[in-house]
């Protein structure tokens, strides 16, 4: 991104950023893309913590939110598109939150060591993962964490 649409996307995200906050969800990246009437805002909305997942009636409720926020504020000049998701399985894990979001999901971690593919079953105080599989358990501080993303399961493990 340009400098100009990063200072645009930063004015999105300050105009947009109550509504997202009251619709009980943070903002995970704010982009504009485009010029004139191809100008696109795309913003990806998650929950703050915690397992589960944003429903479809907050994505259009969000969406609503902030497209009434832009268009008062007219932080954008002229027509838009604007797209609201949220960061979808493909997110890489960077965050202790983003680790608490995947308790109970299958993980694949990868660290200086190597990869280990478990199920994230805590975050302890922000710095250790710790993860389980077929009955072994595993701790590794976050801090060595160099890569993680969720993996998509055909069947979820029974709890």
């Known amino acids: 991104m340009t400098t100009a649409s990063n200072?645009?996307?930063?004015?999105?995200?300050?105009?947009?950023?109550?509504?997202v906050e009251q619709a009980g969800l943070l903002i995970e990246n704010v982009e504009v893309t485009g010029a004139g009437r191809r100008?696109?805002?795309s913003l990806v909305v998650?929950?703050?913590?915690?397992?589960?997942?944003?429903?479809?009636d907050q994505i259009g409720e969000v969406s609503r939110e902030v497209s009434t926020a832009l268009d008062e504020i007219d932080v954008i000049p002229g027509a838009y598109t604007l797209?609201?998701?949220?960061?979808?399985?493909?997110?890489?894990?960077?965050?202790?939150?983003?680790?608490?979001?995947?308790?109970?999901?299958?993980?694949t971690v990868t660290?200086?060591?190597?990869?280990?593919?478990?199920y994230v079953d805590d975050v302890v105080d922000d710095t250790t993962l710790k993860l389980s599989r077929d009955?072994?358990?595993h701790e590794i501080a976050l801090g060595d964490v160099v890569?993680?993303?969720?993996?998509?399961?055909?069947?979820r493990r029974d709890r």
């Open 111 to 118: 660290t200086a060591g190597g990869a280990t593919t478990a």
């Open 135 to 137: 009955g072994a358990e």
């Open 83 to 107: 797209e609201v998701s949220t960061p979808g399985t493909d997110r890489p894990l960077t965050e202790p939150r983003h680790f608490r979001r995947a308790v109970g999901r299958l993980v």
């Open 46 to 56: 998650d929950l703050p913590d915690g397992p589960g997942g944003v429903s479809s």
């Open 39 to 41: 100008r696109t805002v």
């Open 7 to 19: 200072d645009l996307a930063e004015q999105v995200r300050a105009a947009v950023a109550g509504a």
């Open 147 to 155: 890569g993680a993303r969720v993996e998509v399961e055909l069947k």
